[in-house]
Structures are given as structure tokens and as C-alpha cells.
């Protein structure tokens, strides 16, 4: 095991309850085909905490050293970088925040000026989505996103590429990335285009309980008192949980699903006249992906039924005859049709 970091984000081990938030994040890690998550709830209830204490606990990446967008070896270097230092180095996996007020040419990269100015050179500057390859791309506030940057982001997610027809450039690169957004629901709702394309969605909100709101307060002052002390204590916590998610991928490709369980998740999928086939595809991998960390040799209808909420409460249409929320809908079918 690695030695424990003198600084760091919050461990994500730490973090209190929200069991379905880590565990849909989890799932992401094992299979980022999944497609993301999106955390919808409360504020100061851990959601960028979470995301930053995955990325820190998870193993680092292999990478061209002087690579802008995180390419594993050397052939994958797109022509337009330039690089000089072709070594493969370990780095940490990529964590960019997408801040709201962010202008196109920031996310997707534009003609670096400097260089037109000074030495006459048209030369490409990368964007966030190129530091965000391999790694996650987080967006707080996501439902207050502008338009034509969830219209850009759509097509990256679609392709896994970064596309530049611009200013006499024309780049591409790669750009595939965990996709995580939060925000506050009572903010406005999310587009249904990007919506569907979180692969997972869970619902947090603040702990009721007083002994566990307790429990937040006491470890979150630890942390702020002496970061160290804090994260050497939860150093084995995080490296083990690394260790059970490198053990999940390498066991991935090995989880049978029989064709009972596909005809469970179209059943489901059916029942809750969910839209397209992408929640029966998100349902399977992320049962899959479950399966795989619990060590399991193959997919059981009781990871079908855990994690059916996360991967359908989105992707249902509003019913206004019913005035149940979708997480009560899609546990109430799930009951019926995996009885």
C-alpha cells in the first residue's frame, strides 16, 4: 500500500452516509461505460467531496508525460501537441471543475493568441475537456448550465471527442470522461437531452438523525484540524476500497448475465415506459459493475433491484395521475416485477 498523504481532499472512505451517492460513484469507477452521475439534492450535503475523494483514492493513471490530454501511450498523442517528453508517467486521475460561467473556447479549446502574436504560429491551446480525459468532468449546478454548452457536451459524450472547426484550426482529441453534475432541483430542471445521458442519478439530502449529523460534524472538524493525522487514519479505509475497485475491473469482462436477467431489466424498463433502450443497456452494466465489486460470478436479480433506482428514476415520464416521486414509482415496479 501507498503511504498516507500529508494533504489531500476529504477522504471519500470518511464521508458520512450517502450511501447511494457513493455507491453510484463507485459503480462509475468500475465502469465508467456506465455513463456518469448525477446528483440532484440538498447543499453541503458532500457532493464535490465526494467526487474529488473517488479521484484521489482511485490508482493513478499511466500517461505521456508532456500529453495535454492524458493519452496512454505514445501513438495516442494527437500530432497537433507537440510534445517533446514522450515518458510514461503515473498521474493522479483528472478531476476539472466546469464552472457555469465558463466560455466555449475554455471548455473546448481555442487558437492559442500568445503564440499567433508573438511568434506568428497557429497553435491549439486545449480546453477543459482535454485536461477532463481519463479523469471526471464535474459541473455543479449543472441544471443552470447554458444551452449550447449542454448541446457541446452532448456531442462529446456521444463520440468520446473534442471537435475544433475554428479560427483556421482543425483539432480533434480525445475526450472521454466520467461526467458528474449536481445541483439543487427547486434551481430549475435539467435539459431531458443531457439528462438521459447520465448513465446514474441519486437523490441526497441532509441526515435527519442527530447522532449522524454529529458524526459529520466530528470528522469534518478532524479534517480541518489536522489534515494529516485525519488522513493517515483513514488511509487503509481508502486503499482497501482502491484495491476492491481494481479487483472489480480486472473481474468485469468475467460477470455472466444470463438471459434471465435481461429480460428482467426490459421488463422493468417496459413497465416503467421508460423511453429508448438506453435504460435497459445502463441497467445490466450497472448491475454488472455491482456484481463485479461484491465479487460476485454473476449478475443476480438482487443486483438488479438495488440498482434500478439510480439507473431509472431519470429516465421515466412525468405521470401527473401519479404523485409519488420517481424513486417511490420505480421501487414500487421493481416489487411487482421481480417478485
Known amino acids: 500500500m501507498t503511504e498516507p498523504a500529508t494533504t489531500g481532499p476529504f477522504p471519500f472512505s470518511a464521508i458520512v452516509g450517502q450511501d447511494d451517492m457513493k455507491l453510484a460513484m463507485i459503480l462509475t469507477a468500475i465502469d465508467p461505460g456506465i455513463g456518469g452521475v448525477l446528483v440532484f439534492g440538498d447543499r453541503g450535503t458532500g457532493k464535490s467531496t465526494a467526487v474529488r475523494g473517488l479521484a484521489a483514492l482511485l490508482p493513478p493513471i499511466k500517461a505521456v508525460a508532456g500529453c495535454p490530454v492524458n493519452s496512454a501511450v505514445e501513438t495516442d498523442v494527437p500530432e497537433w501537441a507537440q510534445v517533446h517528453d514522450h515518458s510514461i508517467v503515473e498521474k493522479p486521475t483528472p478531476v ?23 511568434q506568428g504560429e497557429k497553435a491549439f491551446e486545449p480546453g477543459l475537456l482535454a485536461k477532463a480525459n481519463r479523469g471526471y468532468l464535474y459541473i455543479d449546478e449543472v441544471n443552470l448550465l447554458e444551452d449550447h454548452l449542454v448541446d457541446l457536451l452532448l456531442d462529446v459524450a456521444q463520440s468520446g471527442q473534442n471537435v475544433v472547426e475554428r479560427e483556421g484550426l482543425s483539432i480533434r482529441h480525445a475526450a472521454r470522461f466520467v461526467l458528474v453534475g449536481s445541483g439543487n432541483p427547486e434551481e430549475g430542471e435539467l435539459r431531458p437531452q443531457l439528462l438521459d445521458r447520465f448513465g446514474l442519478s441519486v437523490e441526497v439530502e441532509s441526515p435527519k438523525d442527530i447522532d449522524t449529523r454529529i458524526d459529520v460534524i466530528r470528522r469534518r472538524d478532524a479534517y480541518d484540524r489536522d489534515q494529516a493525522a485525519f488522513l493517515a487514519d483513514w488511509h487503509d479505509a481508502d486503499m482497501t476500497l482502491r484495491a476492491q475497485i481494481v479487483t472489480a475491473r480486472d473481474a468485469l469482462a468475467r460477470v455472466d448475465a444470463d438471459d ?7 421488463e422493468l424498463c417496459i413497465a416503467l415506459g421508460s423511453d429508448g433502450l438506453r435504460g435497459e443497456l445502463t441497467l445490466l452494466r450497472a448491475a454488472r459493475a455491482l456484481a463485479a465489486f461484491e465479487g460476485d460470478p454473476a449478475v443476480t436479480r438482487d443486483h438488479v433491484r438495488r440498482v434500478a ?8 415520464r412525468r405521470d401527473p395521475l401519479d404523485e409519488a ?9 421493481v416489487e411487482e416485477v421481480l417478485a
Open 96 to 118: 476539472v471543475d466546469l464552472p457555469l460561467g465558463a466560455t466555449e473556447d475554455r471548455v473546448v479549446g481555442a487558437l492559442d493568441i500568445e503564440k499567433a502574436l508573438t
Open 260 to 266: 434471465s436477467i435481461l429480460r428482467d431489466c426490459a
Open 309 to 316: 433506482p439510480s439507473a431509472l428514476r431519470h429516465r421515466l
Open 325 to 333: 416521486g420517481t424513486t417511490t414509482r420505480v421501487t414500487r415496479t
